[in-house]
C-alpha cells in the first residue's frame, strides 16, 4: 500500500506596504525644526561675534598706530602752537606737524560718531583714527601739573611755553547693523617732548 502525502503548497503572504503614520511625521518635522532652529542660532552668533571682533580689531588697530605715529612726533618735538583742547601744532625737525579733531556730523540719532582724529605734514593730511565719539588732549607741565586752560590767546600762548608732556584720551565707537555698537576708551602714556626747553 503507497502512502501519498501531500505537503501544504506554501501561499505567499502578502502584507501591505509600510508608510509614516501622521504621528510619526509631525515629530519628525518637530525635531528638525529644533535641529534647524539651534544651527541658525548658532550661525547667528558666530556672524555677530565675528562683526564684534572685527570691529574692536578695527579700533585697536588704528588707535595703536596713531598713538605709535603722535608718540614719536611728540619725543622729537622742539615745540608745540596750541589751538584748542583738540588741535596742536609740533614742531619736529623744523616741520611743522599738526593733529586735528574733527568732530563731524551726527547720526540720525544726534549721537557724534563720526570724528577723526588728522595729522597734516605739508598739506597733506592723514587720518589716523575714525569713530571717534569724544575727544582731547591733555598737557603738563615739567613737574607733571595738568594744563587745562585752552580758552583764550593768552592761557594758549602760556600752555605753548609750559607744556612738557603730552597725553591723549579718547572714545571711539564701531556699529553695526546685526549687531550692538563695539566702543574702545583709549587713555594714552604721558609722552615727554624730550627737545623741548622748559622752565619749571
Known amino acids: 500500500m503507497t502512502i501519498t502525502t ?20 509631525m515629530i519628525g518635522a518637530s525635531l528638525g525644526a529644533v535641529v534647524m532652529t539651534g544651527v541658525m542660532s548658532t ?8 562683526a564684534n571682533i572685527r570691529n574692536y580689531s578695527d579700533m585697536e588697530t588704528q588707535a595703536r598706530r596713531a598713538l605709535e605715529t603722535f608718540a614719536e612726533d ?3 618735538a622742539s615745540a608745540v602752537t596750541w589751538v584748542s583742547s583738540t588741535s596742536l601744532t609740533l614742531v619736529v625737525n623744523a616741520t611743522n606737524i599738526s593733529y586735528v579733531f574733527d568732530v563731524g556730523a551726527p547720526n ?3 549721537v ?3 570724528g577723526r582724529l588728522t595729522r597734516t605734514v605739508g598739506g597733506t593730511a592723514t587720518t589716523l583714527l575714525t569713530g571717534i565719539t569724544s575727544f582731547n588732549f591733555q598737557a603738563y607741565t615739567i613737574t607733571g601739573a595738568l594744563i587745562s586752560d585752552f580758552s583764550s590767546a593768552s592761557a594758549r600762548t ?4 609750559t607744556t612738557k608732556q603730552l597725553q591723549i584720551s579718547l572714545s571711539a565707537v564701531r556699529s553695526t547693523q546685526t549687531v550692538a555698537s563695539a566702543t574702545n576708551i583709549v587713555l594714552s602714556a604721558r609722552y615727554v617732548m624730550r627737545n623741548k626747553r622748559v622752565t619749571a
Open 6 to 25: 501531500h505537503w501544504p503548497i506554501p501561499t505567499k503572504v502578502r502584507t501591505g506596504r509600510r508608510a509614516f503614520t501622521l504621528v510619526e511625521l
Open 43 to 50: 550661525f547667528l552668533f558666530l556672524g555677530r561675534s565675528s
Open 74 to 76: 611728540t619725543r622729537q
Open 108 to 110: 540720525s540719532a544726534g
Open 112 to 114: 557724534y560718531n563720526a
Open 158 to 161: 602760556t600752555a605753548n611755553g
